[in-house]
């Protein structure tokens, strides 16, 4: 079986090993071979009573989870297989969260970090509390426009009348104990940049190649100020007919 997403080998155990059962745990699960080299080729491993027993203390006393170690022989050598199942929550080793991709170990950090464990927390990045918003933040003028919108449609008549910013994003899921959502903030901030510096829209035209920018506009706002700006622009920059 050769080196994949969900095989590696290693000639013998080192305890720095537990980061590609923690990667293999985190992504879609795999197995570590121990006594195999490089190139495939089985080479055995020694005390292999001993490591069957430390190999799973390790793993369940450093990672907290739980894993099948069995002794296989091959060409009359002994190697130890690893069998790692997938888990649902992120699992760390000494604080730090490691993935399997493709046939390497990658330790995660920054933005690949915090989109993992709101996966692993099966919650997205709009769902999340943003913490320095209030409800100052947010346009009165965008809800009302939300509102007709949503009466017109007659897919939201609950909130026809209902006048209370709190209780509107409440019955929309985008407040959380009291916290305001991501979402909320995308879609009816008076400045979502304030908080997202990506929260806009560019417009622009090329001529006949890709060095010939015709013109170019940045679309700032909510994402219905977003979107109404950016047909209206579109609209009198002809695009929308070319």
């Not at 992504?27 to 006594?35: E, N």
């Not at 130890?80 to 399997?100: L, N, T």
């Not at 008549?157 to 991501?182: Q, W």
Request: one cysteine or more; charged letters at 30%; glycine letters at 8%.
């Amino acid at each position: 079986m050769p080196e994949n997403q969900n095989v590696e080998w290693k000639e013998s155990w080192k305890d720095e090993y537990l980061k590609w059962i923690c990667g293999f745990a985190n992504a879609t699960g795999g197995k570590l071979i121990i006594g195999i080299n490089d190139e495939g080729k089985v080479i055995g491993v020694e005390n292999s009573k001993k490591l069957l027993q430390d190999i799973p203390n390790k793993i369940q006393t450093q990672l907290g989870i739980i894993c099948n170690v069995n002794l296989i022989e091959e060409n009359a050598l002994e190697i130890i297989e690893i069998d790692v199942k997938p888990y649902d929550i992120a699992i760390s080793f000494q604080g730090k969260y490691h993935y399997r991709s493709g046939s390497t170990k990658q330790e995660l950090k920054g933005k690949a970090l915090n989109e993992f464990l709101l996966k692993k927390s099966g919650r997205t990045w709009d769902d999340v509390i943003e913490n320095r918003a209030t409800l100052d933040d947010i346009n009165p003028k965008a809800i009302d426009a939300f509102i007709k919108a949503a009466v017109s449609s007659k897919r939201m008549s609950f909130i026809e009348n209902e006048t209370n910013a709190e209780i509107i994003l409440d019955n929309l899921l985008l407040r959380e104990n009291g916290g305001i959502k991501r979402s909320a903030i995308v879609l009816f901030g008076k400045n979502p940049c304030k908080f997202y510096i990506n929260a806009f829209v560019k417009i622009g035209r090329f001529g006949k190649t890709d060095d010939d920018l015709l013109f170019q506009e940045v679309v700032e706002g909510n994402a219905f100020q977003i979107a109404d700006k950016t047909l209206e622009m579109l609209d009198k920059k002809s695009l929308l007919t070319d």
